[in-house]
Structures are given as structure tokens and as C-alpha cells.
């Protein structure tokens, strides 16, 4: 097992997906969605982020939730689709980025809270 979290480590299996929420109500709903549906470990909320950004061709402001969520690459596009549907954005930043290395343990808790 310890060669097989090594293995994913290097190529990549496991990822984290960054999402950005209208407020913590709307991440909650997104991060209870994604847990019911097993495509995740974990959320974190960060509340209260503040964001500046180009839209409709201006730059914008405006306060925001942050989900930092950990998963397996294989669940990226599940995540997406389910995190789309529940999201009140008509552009909602969902962006992933693979995780390079990380605690074995932690790693194995993952690949057993997921599907």
C-alpha cells in the first residue's frame, strides 16, 4: 500500500480543487454536495475572501467564500459537473491543481473516504 501512495504521489494521483463560492451558504452547499456524492475527502471554507477580477471587461471586486477541497484526479471532472450544477455563477471558478507530495497517511485517508 505504501508503494502504491508513493506511486500516486508521483504521477499525480490525487488533486486539489480550488472553487470559489457568493458567500459560506453557497460553499456549504457545494461541499455537501460533493461529500454525499463521495467525490471528496474534505472542504475547507474559507469565508470573507476578498476577490479582484476582470468581468464583462472591467475589473470587479467582491466577497467571497473559498473552497480548498482534496480528492483524487480521477474525480476532477465529477467534481466539476456536480459543483456547476449546484453553483450559482454563470463563470464559476473551479480549478484544479495536483498535489506533488503529502503525509502517507493523510494521502491513504483519501483514497478511503472516497468511491
Given amino acids: ?16 480543487i480550488f472553487i470559489t463560492a457568493s458567500g459560506k451558504n453557497e460553499a456549504r452547499k457545494i461541499a455537501a454536495g460533493l ?8 472542504a475547507n471554507i474559507i469565508d470573507g475572501v476578498e476577490s479582484h477580477f476582470w ?3 472591467k475589473i470587479d471586486s467582491g466577497k467571497e467564500a473559498l473552497l480548498i477541497i482534496k480528492s483524487r ?3 476532477v471532472k465529477d467534481i466539476i459537473e456536480t459543483a456547476r450544477s ?3 455563477y454563470d463563470t464559476p471558478e473551479i480549478i484544479a ?5 503529502g503525509e ?3 494521502l491513504r485517508w483519501i483514497d478511503g473516504s472516497l468511491r
Wanted: aromatic letters at 8%; charged letters at 20%; one cysteine or more.
Fill in 97 to 101: 491543481v495536483p498535489i506533488t507530495a
Fill in 86 to 88: 449546484l453553483h450559482s
Fill in 35 to 42: 461529500l454525499k456524492k463521495k467525490l471528496i475527502a474534505c
Fill in 55 to 57: 468581468w464583462q471587461g
Fill in 1 to 16: 500500500m505504501i508503494e502504491a501512495v508513493i506511486h500516486g504521489i508521483l504521477t499525480g494521483m490525487y488533486s486539489i
Fill in 73 to 75: 484526479k480521477s474525480k
Fill in 104 to 106: 502517507k497517511k493523510y
